[in-house]
């Protein structure tokens, strides 16, 4: 099995491949924006480095949220035309779970995983899982306050880029936490061992995005005609 896994969906551009299940080649680079400009020339990088071709490839996994509205599409265009050119399987993971499998699996045992992401609004992304990451809640769009009911009971570690903020609410609330020894932000490592995990997608059925809430922008009620 050829997989290439890749990410776009947040604050950064990350892209693997895996030859037989283990990891050949491997880029990432935090950035706020110019995805669409790096993942082509990142992804050429790694399959030259892992001696592939496109046309080597089995399957493809990429990040389909929740994140930036602008971010997901790039991976997700890309993603989608070159599962459809190759004719190959495409795999879909969240950012949440993404995010989660990084903190160690030695700091996770015998406890719980909440993961929250910056969503550049006044909310959170989160979504919590046990310690074997077997998904505990649904991702949901919460306000930091809000975090209390749903992270009561238990030893509590908090992965994302927004730990921080979220722990302090936690705090606030009583209940302890503390940051896991993790990256903030999805990695296409992660992307792949999940969907190397899981059985994958028929061909052609292509990933959707997870989209929380709204778009900043929306159509407006006239269709954008000016008044007469």
Known sequence: MKLLAFDTATTGCSAALFLGGRLAAHQAAAMARGQSEALMPMIAEVLAEGGCSYGDLDALAVTVGPGAFTGLRIGLSAARGLA????VPCAGVTTLEA??????ETARAGGRVLVALDSKRADLYVQMFDGDLAPLTEPAALMADGLAALAAGGPLIVAGDAAARAIEALAGAGIAARAADAPGVPDAIMVGEIALARALPPVGQAPGPIYLRPPDAVRPKDGGRLRP
């Open 84 to 87: 459809l050119a190759l004719a």
């Open 99 to 104: 995010v989660a499998r990084a903190v160690p």
